[in-house]
């Protein structure tokens, strides 16, 4: 069973770019056809999904986020990375890192990341 | 976008009794709807897919329904480890989206 976990910063100053990390374990992330998402969650509100890449390199992104996101794979680490540049407060949340096409059954355990100067 | 509305915001129901809770699409996703279950301070478990398919190691108390814009879940008899808040998601369209949730608490 594929395992994810996020790492990355968990302060970043406004205007600046939040970059986070999800390492996938049990599992090569370029073996099979996966879509692997980043998700996240204010606190105390809802989720948000804010895009994936599949396996063969593809990204599809929100379009709220579209203009500050990128997602992308290095395969020689078996991880995946979110960038989401010009940072404000409104992207103050758990950001979680998911596999799946549809439902997505496999998730990391989430990191807050704050925007905060 | 496609808009997913849960109703009710929050539900409370007696521990073995029946809660249903709905999730209603702004246009067709066919059956490309699932539910998760969260917990505060964990991660969303995936509990149905397809609408109505259970996820791996999900008891049979749980079961989705539905089609098209209408969906439901129901768990038939509460257990106290049931009181949480379930979110549907729609993944007819790449653009994946979330309902607001549904918490569900005891009464």
């Known amino acids: 069973q594929v395992q994810l976990q996020e790492s990355g910063p968990g302060l970043v100053k406004p205007s600046q770019t939040l970059s986070l990390t999800c390492t996938v374990s049990g599992g090569s992330i370029s073996s099979g056809s996966y879509y692997w998402s980043w998700i996240r969650q204010p606190a105390g509100k809802g989720l948000e999904w804010i895009g994936r890449?599949?396996?063969?390199?593809?990204?599809n992104y929100n379009p709220s986020l579209k203009s500050r996101v990128t997602i992308s794979v290095d395969t020689s680490k078996n991880q995946f990375s979110l960038k989401l540049s010009s940072v404000t407060a409104a992207d103050t949340a758990v950001y979680y890192c998911?596999?799946?096409?549809?439902?997505?059954?496999?998730w990391g355990q989430g990191t807050t990341v704050t925007v905060s100067s | 976008e496609i808009v997913m509305t849960q109703s009710p915001a929050t539900l409370s129901v007696s521990p073995g009794e029946r809660a249903t809770l709905s999730c209603r699409a702004s246009?067709?996703?066919?059956?490309?709807l699932a539910w998760y279950q969260q917990k505060p301070g964990q991660a969303p478990r995936l509990l149905i897919y397809g609408a109505s398919t259970r996820a791996t190691g999900i008891p049979a108390r749980f079961s989705g329904s539905g089609s098209g814009t209408e969906f439901t879940l129901t768990i038939s008899s509460l257990q106290s480890e049931d009181f949480a808040v379930y979110y549907c998601?729609?993944?007819?369209?790449?653009?994946?989206?979330f309902g607001q949730g549904t918490k569900l608490e005891i009464k």
């Open positions: 998601q729609q993944y007819n369209n790449w653009l994946l989206t």
């Open positions: 890449i599949y396996t063969s390199g593809s990204t």
């Open positions: 998911a596999e799946g096409g549809g439902g997505m059954d496999v």
């Open positions: 246009q067709s996703v066919s059956s490309n």
